[in-house]
T-cell receptor, first 114, second 111 residues
């Protein structure tokens, strides 16, 4: 595709439910990142994938959060048993390789946990 | 731990003014620094990327400088236009595989 695509653009869920957020990176980009942007705060790194290497999960805030990347392309971020503090914009980005490359961001998924 | 600070948090200027946005970081051991633009409800758009060995980068009316030793970068916008209104974020890459972002400067250019 022409850019990084994220779906859904908006998600409203009830506390305790599980949600899945999808990211389709730019074709050929081997590096993929998930960030979280909470209201009035900066971007918080969640997880990073590079090719077939083991992902860097050091930013995941709790074990309720997980992500996978199938076939080195599409990624899914899963949040189990959502809490109100999970409400944020979840942004996905990709780059051609890791390091010294511009990042291209999707438009994000606005998650609201009621 | 790397920390990135952006000043001012918000800025309002009349159209046509030249302006400077500031970014500072605490750990000078960086690979590169990027400036991004974020429009309301949208993702981030990378504007300029400065490698650690470079002093500045230019793109159109934008010029970004980097002083690694003092931990500072500036984004200069010449002849500002209402379409420049957005939030501008700087981010540093310390090789940890994740960028560290500042909280951004919210710019409003008045027509």
């Amino acid at each position: 595709g022409a850019g990084v695509s994220q779906s859904p653009s908006n998600k409203v869920t009830e506390k305790g439910k599980d949600v899945e957020l999808r990211c389709d990176p730019i074709s050929g980009h081997t590096a993929l990142y998930w960030y979280r942007q909470s209201l009035g705060q900066g971007l918080e790194f969640l997880i990073y994938f590079q090719g077939n290497s083991a992902p860097d999960k050091s930013g995941l805030p709790s074990d309720r959060f997980s992500a996978e990347r199938t076939g080195g392309s599409v990624s899914t971020l899963t949040i189990q048993r959502t809490q109100q503090e999970d409400s944020a914009v979840y942004l996905c980005a990709s780059s051609h390789t890791q390091g010294n490359e511009k990042l291209f961001f999707g438009s994000g998924t606005q998650l609201s946990v009621l | 731990k790397q920390e990135v600070t952006q000043i001012p948090a918000a800025l309002s200027v009349p159209e046509g003014e030249n302006l400077v946005l500031n970014c500072s970081f605490t750990d000078s051991a960086i690979y590169n620094l990027q400036w991004f633009r974020q429009d309301p409800g949208k993702g981030l758009t990378s504007l300029l990327l400065i490698q650690s060995s470079q002093r500045e980068q230019t793109s159109g009316r934008l010029n970004a400088s980097l002083d690694k030793s003092s931990g500072r970068s500036t984004l200069y916008i010449a002849a500002s236009q209402p379409g420049d209104s957005a939030t501008y974020l700087c981010a540093v890459d310390t090789g940890r595989r994740a960028l560290t972002f500042g909280s951004g400067t919210r710019l409003q250019v008045q027509p």
